[in-house]
C-alpha cells in the first residue's frame, strides 16, 4: 500500500458540507465492513467498495491486519481533516498497531475497479494510535 497525503490536518475548507455535517453528528460506527467472522479475540472484516461507493466516517479503537485482494485507489478523510489518497496492489498487507488514541475516518473508491479487503482486528485492545497517513 502507497499512502500520500492529499491534505494536512486541520484542511477542512475543501470538504462539502456532507462530509462535515457528517463529522459534526458523532455518530460513529465501529464495524469496519461486512462481518465474516468472530470470537473472543478477534473479528474478520470484508470490505467491498464499487466505484464511487463509500463507507461513512467509522471509529477503529483496535489492532488490525489488512490484506487487499485487488489494486484500487481510495481516499481517507480522518476527522482531524486530513486526507489520504491510498493505493493499494492486489496482495498489499499491512498492519496498524494501536497506543493510545483511536482514529475516526471514512474510505471512499475513487478508482475504476472494485475494491476487495479483508480486515483482521484483534478484540484486545480498547485505544488506538496510528499512522497519520491513513
Not at 468472530?38 to 479503537?61: D, G, M, T, V, Y
Not at 496492489?89 to 498497531?97: H, M, V
Not at 471514512?106 to 476487495?116: A, F, H, M, P, Q
Request: charged share 30%; hydrophobic share 35%; with cysteine.
Amino acid at each position: 500500500m502507497q499512502a500520500t497525503e492529499i491534505i494536512a490536518e486541520g484542511g477542512y475548507d475543501s470538504w462539502d458540507e456532507a462530509k462535515l455535517n457528517e463529522i459534526k453528528k458523532g455518530e460513529f460506527s465501529e464495524a469496519i465492513g461486512e462481518a465474516l467472522y468472530e470470537n473472543a479475540e478477534i473479528r474478520l472484516w470484508e470490505i467491498q467498495l464499487r466505484p464511487s461507493e463509500r463507507i461513512p466516517f467509522r471509529r477503529h479503537r483496535n489492532n488490525y491486519s489488512c490484506t487487499s485482494f485487488s489494486d484500487g485507489l481510495l481516499v481517507s478523510r480522518n476527522i482531524n481533516g486530513q486526507v489520504v489518497l491510498l493505493r493499494l496492489s492486489k496482495g498489499d498487507q499491512f498492519y496498524w498497531e494501536c497506543i493510545s488514541n483511536e482514529m475516526t475516518h471514512d474510505l471512499e473508491n475513487v478508482g475504476e475497479s472494485t475494491i476487495k479487503v479483508t480486515v483482521l482486528e484483534e478484540k484486545a485492545r480498547e485505544h488506538c494510535e496510528v499512522d497519520p497517513l491513513f
